[in-house]
């Protein structure tokens, strides 16, 4: 089985920082990128961040700047480091991890809420 741990949530005040990790447990073959999703109550789950094995990272226009994720290959983890965060970025963050063959895979969510 593959599963994907997310860790780092929490309660933030507005201007704060947080780090959230994501690992995989077991093995995947053919990992294509790995990265962040986000969906705040009431409204769809939406791209926070990506990046490829290679490096290649992409980010929503609402965090460039502010996000900035990363990767260990050798552990197939990844990482979203998160600064100045405020009230439009609490949501319940996914990690994903997508393979050359098509699949997805998805983490249980942690709860991110950012707030005074």
């Known amino acids: 089985q593959v599963q994907l741990v997310e860790s780092g949530g929490g309660l933030v005040q507005p201007g704060g920082s947080l780090r959230l990790s994501c690992a995989v447990s077991?093995?995947?073959?053919?990992?294509?990128?790995m990265g962040w999703y986000r969906q705040a109550p009431g409204k769809q789950r939406d791209l926070v961040a990506t990046?490829?094995?290679?490096?290649?990272?992409n980010y929503a226009d609402s965090v460039k700047g502010r996000f900035t994720v990363s990767r260990d290959n050798a552990k197939n983890t990844v990482y979203l480091q998160m600064d100045s965060l405020t009230s439009e970025d609490t949501a319940v963050y996914y990690c994903?991890?997508?393979?050359?063959?098509?699949?997805?895979?998805w983490g249980q969510g942690t709860q991110v809420t950012v707030s005074s």
């Open positions: 994903n991890l997508e393979t050359w063959g098509d699949l997805y895979y």
């Open positions: 077991g093995i995947i073959f053919r990992i294509k990128a």
């Open positions: 990046i490829t094995l290679g490096g290649s990272t």
